[in-house]
């Protein structure tokens, strides 16, 4: 029975759309793949290195169409990846069915939590505690990969590189490092917690480095976390709104930041 190890282009000896369907599906269930949903997950993971065993389209000339107009640079690679499935076939791939027609399998970034922590660079690191939606978890991603965070970690048992965290993230996980920790180790980053009781957020007064830690949007940061914290920080906001969504909440922390060192 064929398997792909390799990138398979239409035509490739052995192909066979069965075969197609059920390397999907072990993808899923993989430590070591991942499948990404729509074209902008293969758009962004293709210019940001990653390693594409496999694209599943409907339409060649869709595809043809998508690239054209968002991705020209990539067009030609995205073709040579390219298997069309019939239909039905396509419908069997996963629970979700993008729009675009386009699926794909990439091999996952393996990094090491503790070399993320010990990084010289200057920029923040974002650490989610223990995030509960993976869409919520995708968009952090994406939006600290636009901010050139340092990376995003997290705690607690939802992996982090879940096909629904990728499909927010937009592929986005290719373009800085993203790990999971059960609890968070010791560190030499200044650890700094948004609580909604902390010091308005200066930007000018965050050091180097550092780890910016947000909580979940019904239970913010467990107590343990808070009494690490070096110091704790508010976005300032309205009277009587309480929250933000923890994306928008990480996007606003960093483009502060971003902007106000700058």
Not at 161 to 171: I, K, T
Request: proline share 8%.
């Amino acid at each position: 029975m064929p398997t792909y190890t390799q990138p398979v282009s239409i035509g490739a000896p052995g192909f066979d759309t069965p075969v197609i369907v059920r390397r999907f599906h072990e993808a899923r269930r993989s430590e070591d793949l991942v499948v990404l949903q729509g074209f902008h997950a293969l758009k962004h993971a293709l210019r940001f290195g990653a390693s594409i065993e496999l694209v599943a389209c409907s339409d060649t000339a869709e595809l043809a169409r998508l690239g054209e107009g968002l991705a020209p640079d990539l067009i030609e690679r995205m073709q040579a990846l390219a298997v069309v499935l019939p239909a039905e076939a396509f419908k069997r791939l996963g629970p979700y069915i993008p729009h675009t027609g386009v699926v794909s399998i990439a091999r996952r970034v393996a990094t090491d939590p503790l070399a993320m922590l010990a990084a010289e660079g200057q920029a923040p690191l974002v650490l989610l505690e223990d995030p509960r939606h993976f869409g919520n978890l995708g968009a952090v991603i994406r939006v600290a990969a636009a901010a050139e965070a340092a990376g995003v970690l997290t705690t607690g048992r939802q992996d982090p590189w879940d096909p629904v965290a990728v499909r927010g993230s937009a592929g986005l996980h290719f373009a800085l490092p993203v790990a999971r920790v059960e609890n968070l180790p010791e560190t030499d980053r200044p650890l700094l917690a948004l609580d909604p009781e902390g010091e308005e957020l200066r930007p000018e007064a965050v050091p180097p480095r550092a780890l910016l830690a947000f909580g979940t949007e019904r239970d913010g940061l467990s107590a343990r976390l808070l009494e690490r914290a070096d110091a704790r920080l508010r976005l300032p906001m309205r009277a009587g709104v309480s929250s933000l969504n923890l994306a928008t909440s990480v996007a606003a922390v960093l483009y502060s930041l971003r902007l106000g060192q700058s």
